[in-house]
């Protein structure tokens, strides 16, 4: 008898489904409706010398189509492609793209498609009938026999639950070949799920990690896999078994100070699972290179280390110990840093809780190591801040004014902003601001909210302040953007901080707006400072500073050490969140060297730059950093943050203003004049699950 070739069998068997050709030809199409936005772009091939992009810096042809068109890039053989801000519908893109080819550049324009989906899903449906079909001409083998299932921890991957799951096979496959087997997995009375598929009749047992919990009883039955000719069978279930794996318990948390003491570290408590099923019990331990480490041990979630000393540098750990082995908790780094307790902004009552926050931060930030780009003056050499810029390339984007002798350049060094008026001195503005982001924890100076962090300088501001246009590539470019005349930006910014204001009515440019609206679309969180327009007894709602009033930017107002509003900052509705700038005014409960106001690294020269100091200042310029530095440590704790996740976590994170103030008494009205809150990174962070 003539065998049938394949594509005669698949029609007899989908004959006896009553699916004709013509019925699987349907199955693998697919009907787009006209309301259906999968249009994402257009792909544009332009006439010959014509460049894709205009002078204004738009895509060529923009203007004709009618919609914004983003993203501009070769794809090959002389076409272009550009996004639209939302994926539209065939017709909708269709009216975009006839508009287009009315421009005389334009030779051919075609619509760019999101794919897959509906087709690929219906095509599968169509695969598993004919499969359904295929199966039914043979009988399921029987169930396997002798199936066992055992803890099977393994101390390769110590905190990873594992089982082994054996068995032997079926004594009947009805005339069919053996082809392999199916070994499904329930963890904690959940529904059962094909876990793993193996393809060696020979196979005779499996090791098993995914999904499974330590402490909580894992499930298992395995299935027969045959085969005759094209024809597949799944074959009958084996018995159910089941085993409670255990593991090395995971590495603890420190999650801060009990009551803050330095002395009693506290934890986070170990879930079943994460004590790896088992009992566990905790050892705390205290280490400095000049002295001897110090324990404390527990079945808590703190414990005292007696005979701590003063100004040591102690990195603290925890290890969490059960009868699989041990795991220890990234080190907490106690600075030591000499202008540390004159920092009351990170760590008073009404301070944003670092010590906490640096508690549970990641110990190596590798993974996610987060740029913030400083758009400022600029800064000068300091060793507090040496590390954080090495290897970052930042930008001088100060077209005049910028005290160097020259326009943009690759060197964003800090000139000094001093004026031909002799007796002009210059700011160090950009260190002071670069300083509360990002100064190291090295034992000496201060610390900054996120130590580790890498610093991307953007000069901005000279000794003539700064333009608009130069302020709108700075954003750009920091954010990832091409800038032309400028170098490709290899180490883009996740958060980019301004600290700058007005203090009169300055509406929002529409360029710089577009910026950072471009910006946001990168993914970019953009924190500026609301102003200092208060401090001459006329303040202004932070609505009306620039470029605190542009969309999307997270514009930040300054409080004091008692919780309420510095008397300088800008208020209203145009503020988001506050957190401390400093209040010379408000001078309880910070040093007597701080005087109510904030202690950062600053340069020692008159005009140019001297030797690295230190110095204190107040302004919405000092809180702004603050909110920046939060947001990078957001960042580095997870890779998929977004500027949308920053702000819900923020908002989730906050800690309330000073009673009684009206800060508080308008906190979450309408009418609010502070923000949500002033800033707790503690909670900022914890608020990342």
């Given at each position: ?16 489904l ?6 699987f030809?349907?199955?693998t ?9 999968d ?8 006439r ?10 738009e ?11 983003r ?33 005389p550049r334009?030779?051919t ?28 001409v ?8 002798k199936?066992s ?23 009947s ?15 904690n009375?959940?529904?059962f799920t094909l876990t ?10 499996v ?10 009883s894992?499930?298992a ?14 074959g009958l279930?084996s018995t159910?078994?089941?085993?409670v ?9 420190i999650?801060g ?10 934890w986070?408590?170990l ?13 705390a ?8 480490s ?8 703190s414990?005292q ?12 750990t ?11 908790s990234p ?21 944003i ?5 640096w ?5 190596n930030?590798a993974?996610n190591?987060?740029v913030?780009a ?10 507090d801040l040496?590390a954080?810029?090495a ?20 060197n964003?060094?800090?000139?000094g902003?001093?004026?031909s008026?002799?007796?002009s001195t ?9 300083g509360?982001?990002a100064?190291?924890?090295n ?9 580790g ?15 608009e ?16 005349n ?7 910014a996740?958060?980019i ?8 009515y300055?509406?929002c ?17 953009i ?6 327009g208060?401090d001459?007894g ?12 542009c969309?999307?930017?997270?514009t ?15 208020n ?5 969140i ?10 309880s ?9 904030i ?17 204190y ?16 440590l ?5 890779s ?10 923020l908002?989730?994170g906050?800690?309330?203003?000073a009673?009684?103030t ?11 004049m ?16």
């Amino acid at each position: 008898m003539k065998k049938l070739g394949v594509v005669t069998a698949l029609a007899l068997a989908l004959s006896a489904l009553g699916l004709g050709q013509q019925s699987f030809a349907a199955s693998t199409s697919t009907s787009v409706s006209a309301s259906t936005k999968d249009v994402v772009g257009l792909m544009i091939k332009y006439r010959s010398g014509v460049s894709p992009l205009a002078p204004n810096g738009e895509v060529t042809g923009e203007n004709f189509a009618g919609a914004s068109l983003r993203g501009l890039h070769g794809i090959g053989g002389g076409v272009d492609a550009v996004s639209f801000e939302s994926a539209i519908t065939r017709t909708e893109a269709s009216v975009l793209a006839a508009n287009l080819e009315r421009d005389p550049r334009v030779a051919t324009v075609s619509l760019d498609h999101q794919i897959g989906g509906t087709a690929f899903s219906q095509r599968n449906m169509g695969i598993q009938q004919l499969a359904l079909a295929l199966g039914a001409v043979i009988k399921a083998a029987s169930a396997p026999a002798k199936v066992s299932i055992t803890d099977s921890w393994s101390a390769s991957a110590p905190t990873a639950p594992r089982v082994k799951i054996s068995w032997t096979p079926p004594k009947s496959l009805y005339g069919a070949k053996l082809s392999g087997f199916q070994i499904w997995t329930s963890v904690n009375g959940a529904k059962f799920t094909l876990t793993q598929t193996v393809n060696k009749s020979t196979t005779r047992s499996v090791y098993v990690s995914a999904g499974l919990r330590a402490g909580y009883s894992a499930r298992a039955f395995v299935k027969a896999v045959t085969r005759a000719g094209l024809a597949v069978k799944i074959g009958l279930p084996s018995t159910i078994v089941s085993v409670v794996p255990t593991s090395a318990p995971v590495a603890p948390s420190i999650t801060g100070y009990l009551d803050n003491v330095i002395s009693q570290p506290q934890w986070a408590a170990l879930a079943a699972s994460q004590r790896g099923g088992l009992p566990v019990t905790y050892t705390a331990t205290a280490a400095a290179s000049s002295s001897p480490s110090v324990t404390c041990i527990t079945n808590s979630t703190s414990c005292q280390l007696s005979g701590l000393l003063t100004g040591i540098d102690y990195s603290i750990t925890v290890t969490a110990v059960n009868a699989r082995g041990s795991s220890v908790s990234p080190s907490v780094l106690r600075p030591s840093d000499e202008r540390f307790y004159d920092q009351w902004y990170l760590f008073g009552d009404y301070g944003i809780n670092a010590p906490a926050a640096w508690a549970m931060r990641t110990q190596n930030p590798a993974p996610n190591q987060v740029v913030v780009a400083v758009l400022d003056t600029g800064i000068t050499s300091h060793s507090d801040l040496n590390a954080a810029v090495a290897g970052i390339s930042g930008y001088d984007f100060v077209s005049t004014g910028g005290n160097d002798g020259d326009g943009w350049d690759s060197n964003p060094t800090d000139s000094g902003d001093f004026t031909s008026d002799p007796t002009s001195t210059s700011s160090w503005h950009g260190t002071h601001v670069t300083g509360l982001i990002a100064a190291a924890a090295n034992g000496q100076g201060i610390v900054g909210v996120a130590p580790g962090v890498k610093i991307q300088v953007v000069r901005v501001l000279g000794a003539t302040g700064g333009r608009e246009s130069d302020l709108y590539a700075a954003i750009t470019w920091a954010s990832g953007g091409i800038v032309p005349n400028a170098p490709t930006n290899t180490t883009p910014a996740k958060v980019i901080n301004i600290s700058m204001g007005t203090t009169t009515y300055t509406p929002c440019d529409q360029m710089v707006q577009s910026a950072i609206t471009a910006a946001l679309a990168r993914g970019v969180t953009i924190v500026t400072s609301a102003g200092n327009g208060d401090d001459q007894g006329n303040p202004i709602d932070a609505m009306q500073s620039y470029p605190g009033d542009c969309h999307g930017n997270i514009t930040v107002g300054a409080t004091g050490a008692g919780g309420d509003a510095s008397y300088y900052s800008n208020n209203g509705l145009g503020v988001d969140i506050s957190a401390p700038g400093g209040d010379d005014q408000v001078r309880s409960g910070t040093s007597n060297q701080a005087q109510g106001m904030i202690i950062s690294d600053l340069n020692a020269g008159s005009r140019a730059p001297g030797g690295e100091s230190f110095a204190y200042d107040e302004g919405t310029s000092m809180a702004s950093p603050l909110v920046a530095g939060a947001a990078a440590l957001l960042y580095e704790k997870s890779s998929r943050m977004t500027p949308d996740l920053v702000w819900q976590y923020l908002q989730a994170g906050v800690k309330k203003f000073a009673p009684g103030t009206q800060c508080a008494l308008t906190a979450g009205t309408v009418n609010q004049m502070c923000g949500i809150g002033i800033l707790d990174v503690a909670k900022t962070l914890a608020a990342v699950k």
